[in-house]
Nanobody, 119 residues
Framework: QVKLVESGGGLVQPGGSLRLSCAASISTSDFYAMAWYRQAPGNERELIADITSTGTSRYADSVQGRFTISRDDAKNTLYLQMNSLKPEDAAIYYC?????????????WGQGTQVSVSS
């Protein structure tokens, strides 16, 4: 059974930084891609950054230039470095991993970690 466990959330002032981590119970090199999503109250869950097994990353416009996604397959961990945080970044952040077997896709989710941005 694949488990993803996020950590690193908390309360930060506007302009501050946080680094989220997502520890996987299996080798992250087994995943086709990994991603970070977030969901604020009353909003749908949105994709904010993803990274493939080859290291190609993409970002939502709302976080481009401020957030950096990375993965350390030696530690089986996905990271999200968040800088210049804004109040609108406050949300529950979820780690996601996708594996593929032939034409079948499997998606795994963490339990989420809360990020609050307030002065």
């Amino acid at each position: 059974q694949v488990k993803l466990v996020e950590s690193g959330g908390g309360l930060v002032q506007p302009g501050g930084s946080l680094r989220l981590s997502c520890a996987a119970s299996i080798s992250t090199s087994d995943f086709y891609a990994m991603a970070w999503y977030r969901q604020a109250p009353g909003n749908e869950r949105e994709l904010i950054a993803d990274i493939t097994s080859t290291g190609t990353s993409r970002y939502a416009d709302s976080v481009q230039g401020r957030f950096t996604i990375s993965r350390d397959d030696a530690k089986n961990t996905l990271y999200l470095q968040m800088n210049s945080l804004k109040p609108e970044d406050a949300a529950i952040y979820y780690c996601n991993a996708e594996s593929r077997w032939r034409t079948v896709k499997f998606n795994y989710w963490g339990q989420g970690t809360q990020v609050s941005v307030s002065s």
